[in-house]
Structure formats: structure tokens, C-alpha cells
């Protein structure tokens, strides 16, 4: 149902909803991309750590590429834990009625996923488990 103004026409929201939605959309993908680019970061990191540990012979740098890879880690689990709220965000603008005027809200709590559940997720977890193993290797 659509509300009408004091000139009896109609008012439509949904232009409005829609910007809205897509302002929200622009920073679940900044997240997305900020992630994808530490990922890529971390990889490189973890390959030149190794490298570079065999070919000078010094197994510290293993324990500095450990470190790096905790930063990493760390960081892109943020990343994932601002854009699952952004998510959330997202599906309530959504599904507000079609009659109400958008607050264009941008204010994303993340309350709902704890950094350690992001931490331990499969696409941060996962990846970041399996560059320290690499990492690890390096020692042997």
C-alpha cells in the first residue's frame, strides 16, 4: 500500500529503497574486495617467507612468516565479520514495507558473529591454515 501526500498523489518509495540498497551493496563489495586483496597479499608473503627461509638457510624467517600470517588473518577475519553485518543490514532494508520512507541506515552492528567465528570460518580459517602448513613445510 502506498501512502499518499496532502496533493493526493501517490508516493513511491521504492526509487529510494533501491539507492539505499545499493549503497549497502557498495560496501559489502568493498569488504569482499578488501578480503580478496589481503588473501592475495598473504599468499605472496607466505611463498617468499618459504623461499627465501630455504634458500638463505635461516628457519626464523619461518616464525616471521607465522606472524605475518596471523596479521592476516586477523585482519581479513574483520573484513568478513563487517561484511556479514553489512549482509544483515542488507536483508532488513530489504524486507521493511514498501510504504515507509528508507532512513538510509548505514549503521551495521556486528553483534550476530563473533571475530573468532569468523576466524575459524571456512574462507578465512581454511585459507590461512593451510599458508601456515605451507609455512611449516619450509621447515623440513
Not at 574486495?33 to 599468499?43: G, P
Amino acid at each position: 500500500m502506498s501512502k499518499i501526500d496532502s496533493l493526493g498523489e501517490t508516493i513511491d518509495y521504492t526509487n529510494a529503497r533501491i539507492e539505499h540498497l545499493k549503497m549497502i551493496q557498495n560496501v559489502i563489495q568493498r569488504m569482499s574486495t578488501s578480503s580478496t586483496v589481503i588473501k592475495r597479499y598473504a599468499v605472496v608473503v607466505a611463498l617468499a617467507v618459504s623461499g627465501s627461509a630455504n634458500l638463505v638457510g635461516k628457519p626464523d624467517l619461518l616464525v616471521v612468516g607465522g606472524m605475518a600470517m596471523a596479521l592476516f588473518a586477523f585482519v581479513d577475519a574483520e573484513y568478513l565479520r563487517t561484511e556479514k553485518a553489512f549482509r544483515t543490514l542488507f536483508d532488513e532494508v530489504r524486507a521493511e514495507p514498501s510504504d515507509q520512507a528508507p532512513d538510509f541506515r548505514m549503521d551495521a552492528t556486528k553483534t550476530e558473529q563473533s571475530f573468532c567465528a569468523a576466524l575459524v570460518s571456512w574462507s578465512v580459517g581454511a585459507v590461512y591454515f593451510g599458508l601456515v602448513a605451507l609455512i611449516l613445510i619450509g621447515l623440513l
